[in-house]
């Protein structure tokens, strides 16, 4: 597992693209973040010039980092 990046050091566009390695939908992220789609969708839609809330930016991150490693069987891996 990799270190924790505090909430104020988190990019939402890179963690959407780790979302979408994951092949998860938002919703079902979400509720493994213990968020809201809306919040999911407005944190991911986050320009870099664009403040964000810590807070969903700490649980998006706590389970990109929980399910990056044991990856749900969305994700499709291929070489």
């Given at each position: 597992?990799?270190q924790?990046?505090?909430?104020?050091?988190?990019?939402?566009?890179?963690?959407?693209?780790?979302?979408?390695?994951?092949?998860?939908?938002?919703?079902?992220?979400?509720?493994?973040?213990?968020?809201t789609?809306?919040?999911?969708?407005?944190?991911?839609?986050?320009?870099?010039?664009?403040?964000?809330?810590?807070?969903?930016?700490?649980?998006?991150g706590?389970?990109?980092?929980?399910?990056?490693?044991?990856?749900?069987?969305?994700?499709?891996?291929q070489?």
């Open positions: 597992m990799t924790h990046v505090p909430p104020t050091m988190r990019e939402p566009k890179g963690d959407h693209n780790r979302r979408l390695s994951l092949g998860m939908d938002p919703e079902a992220f979400a509720a493994a973040a213990g968020i789609p809306e919040q999911l969708r407005a944190y991911e839609l986050t320009s870099p010039d664009q403040d964000f809330d810590l807070d969903v930016a700490d649980r998006v706590w389970a990109l980092e929980r399910l990056e490693a044991n990856p749900p069987s969305s994700q499709k891996v070489n």
